[in-house]
């Protein structure tokens, strides 16, 4: 685990005692959209046309950010237009790498064998996270994007005349409150396991733990009476949250100590993941390995030992019962 200080790599952990043990996540700092004619995006530069097999996708299957923007590759139906590569589960003193041997992992475009490589390819002189997801534009070569919030509404919108699939998880008229319940699943649920679990001092911890519970307490009643966050319809809101909620008894409940419950403890948002997980085609995008293999492994000053654990043994796709939710 490091970072980038002018262009040259240097391995370190995150830093909690400027801020009283707690974990403070750096901004995204590459921020460029694609667009459907190339125009400006809300941030950065304009230049990035959507066009089949023009850009790239780099991502962790661990990691819970770079995970929604491969839902959203697959939703939005681009598996043919924009191509992956996989980073190695393992994160240690050189950050993400390719350099395993494992199949599915590996950098299909350059053959890099350090994530850092391709930050430094894009800008020599790069200070900043060597993050995932990273959003490449092959033609240009550079990083349009390494924000995934902001991938998965490229990812939403772009590319539907190349697609043909106009299905939208952002529609105009819940833009207010998808906005509304994201900003409460981000501080408390999405960043509030990494908040608790890369906390330094018994403080830090307690008050993201009891923010994470109070939270997810709140969403086990919204969710008795509707089948999704939004109104009864399926959002990016949900496809947000879901990434968490399917690492969570894996590993934010052992590893990151949110354990006050686990998720199959709430029946309405277990009943809610199970939901998700299956519908068509998400199940693929769940690499359990390497959820597992990449926290117990990566973070050795929480684990050091680098043990995983086997279990727990959770049946995915057995019944959820919420299709007869109306709202
Ligand atoms: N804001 C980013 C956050 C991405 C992020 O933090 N990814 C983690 C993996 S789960 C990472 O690459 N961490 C490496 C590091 O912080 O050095 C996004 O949502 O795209």
Redesign the pocket.
């Known amino acids: 685990?490091?970072?980038l200080i002018d262009g040259q790599w240097h391995d370190k952990w995150?830093d909690t005692k400027s801020s009283q043990g707690k974990f403070e996540?750096?901004?995204?700092k590459l921020r460029n959209w694609v667009t459907a004619d190339g125009s400006a995006g809300p941030t950065g530069k304009a230049g990035f046309k959507a066009e089949s097999g023009r850009y790239h996708l780099y991502v962790?299957l661990?990691?819970?950010?770079?995970h929604r923007t491969l839902i959203f590759r697959q939703l939005k139906h681009l598996e043919a237009h924009i191509d992956v590569s996989i980073v190695d589960p393992d994160?240690l003193d050189q950050?993400?790498c390719f350099t395993s041997q494992r199949p599915e992992a590996g950098d299909s475009l350059y053959q890099l064998s350090f994530m850092h490589q391709l930050y430094t390819k894009n800008d020599p002189n790069y200070s900043g996270?060597?993050?995932?997801?990273v959003l490449w534009d092959k033609q240009t070569e550079q990083i349009v994007s390494?924000?995934?919030?902001e991938?998965i509404r490229m990812f939403n919108r772009a590319f539907n005349q190349i697609t043909g699939n106009d299905t939208d998880y952002y529609p105009e008229a819940l833009q207010h409150e998808i906005d509304e319940i994201n900003d409460f699943v981000y501080h408390n649920i999405n960043n509030g396991v990494y908040k608790a679990g890369f906390a330094t001092t018994q403080d830090a911890y307690h008050n993201a733990v009891s923010a994470l519970f109070n939270a997810l307490d709140k969403l086990e009643a919204r969710l008795a009476a509707q089948r999704y966050l939004v109104k009864g319809q399926l959002t990016e809101a949900d496809w947000r949250l879901f990434t968490t909620l399917i690492r969570f008894d894996s590993v934010y409940h052992g590893h990151f100590k949110c354990n006050i419950k686990q998720i199959e403890d709430y029946p309405n948002i277990s009943a809610y993941v199970r939901d998700l997980y299956q519908h068509q085609g998400i199940a693929d995008t769940v690499d359990f390995y390497h959820i597992k293999r990449h926290y117990y492994f990566s973070h050795t000053m929480i684990n050091p030992t680098q043990v995983v654990p086997e279990g727990p043994s959770i049946d995915y796709h057995r019944f959820h019962n919420r299709k007869g939710i109306t709202l």
């Open positions: 685990m490091g970072l995150y996540r750096e901004s995204a962790s661990a990691c819970p950010w770079a994160m950050g993400w996270r060597v993050t995932v997801p390494n924000e995934s919030s991938i």
